[in-house]
């Protein structure tokens, strides 16, 4: 009723997330309750908080194949990035020094 966040249009409901999601304070609050209670108020950065955990799920491991193109994809983003960014401080100097 009183929320500023955005979840507040969803009566506050964050949905499903998992470890490192979150800023520490509410994710080590959230991960301590216990289902159906209600914990806070929590202080983040972003205000207080109350915190209702409505289920837990088991953690998974993925398999090696299920996460390998996204592996690919992020070390080809990084690889990009740095040819970037190495390609912009090549032309910084070659060009800003004149």
């Known amino acids: 009723e009183f929320s500023t ?3 507040g249009a969803k009566g ?3 949905g499903e997330f998992g470890r490192g999601q979150m800023v520490k304070e509410f994710e080590d609050a959230a991960f301590a ?3 159906g209670h209600v914990v806070g108020p929590v202080k983040t950065q972003f205000g207080y ?3 209702k955990v409505e289920k837990k799920n088991e953690a998974t491991v993925a398999s090696l194949e299920e996460v390998k193109e996204t592996i690919r994809r992020t070390l ?3 690889k990009q990035n740095e040819t970037y960014n190495a390609k912009v401080e090549e032309m ?3 060009y800003l020094q004149k």
């Open 92 to 94: 910084k100097k070659e």
């Open 33 to 35: 309750a216990e289902i």
């Open 12 to 14: 506050g409901d964050l």
């Open 5 to 7: 966040c955005p979840s």
């Open 76 to 78: 080809l983003q990084q």
């Open 49 to 51: 908080h109350l915190i």
